[in-house]
């Protein structure tokens, strides 16, 4: 279906546009004095979120719409796209930490400490559910939840010790 093209040619673009910006980020944030923490597992994230894109090219093009969980999807983009700007050049998909820097405490970080993976999570149940393919909703939302536990205290010990 078109429709279905459609949507993965965007969530594709917007991936690999929010990689070229996080790269760009990255580079500044380092020529700046900061540093990367939790190198080790990056690879996995990057793994799993490929592999989660690649399946749904391969299982969704075919696939139908249902148009309320495309809602529910727009939604979260409205939060990812909040969250991003709130956080600004500071935003990444490494964990980087500038030593003094304080924490981001406008936008959606005013309620939840991590509105990025919120973000996360609910793409990667919702997607795959739009296009009706709930295993794959389930099996990519339980790798994501073991990555997480792995990048969520690496993240928040990294940033205790060294915030100002």
């Known amino acids: 279906m078109a429709l279905a093209l459609a949507i993965l040619l965007y969530v594709t673009g917007q991936r690999l546009l929010e990689l070229a910006v996080a790269r760009r980020n990255t580079r500044q944030l380092v020529a700046e004095g900061a540093f990367e923490v939790g190198a080790s597992h990056y690879a996995l994230i990057v793994t799993l979120h490929a592999a989660w894109l690649g399946s749904l090219w391969i299982f969704a093009p075919e696939s139908p719409v249902d148009l309320r969980l495309l809602v529910l999807f727009a939604l979260v983009q409205v939060l990812r796209f909040w969250t991003l700007h709130s956080i600004g050049r500071r935003w990444t998909t490494r964990i980087i930490v500038k030593p003094g820097e304080t924490l981001v405490a406008k936008g959606p970080y005013r309620f939840l400490s991590h509105p990025n993976y919120v973000v996360v ?22 790798l994501n939840a073991a990555a997480l536990m792995i990048r969520i205290p690496a993240e928040a010990s990294a940033l205790r010790e060294h915030r100002g």
């Open 121 to 142: 999570v609910c793409e990667i149940a919702l997607l795959p559910a739009v296009f009706g393919l709930y295993t794959i909703a389930i099996v990519f939302s339980l």
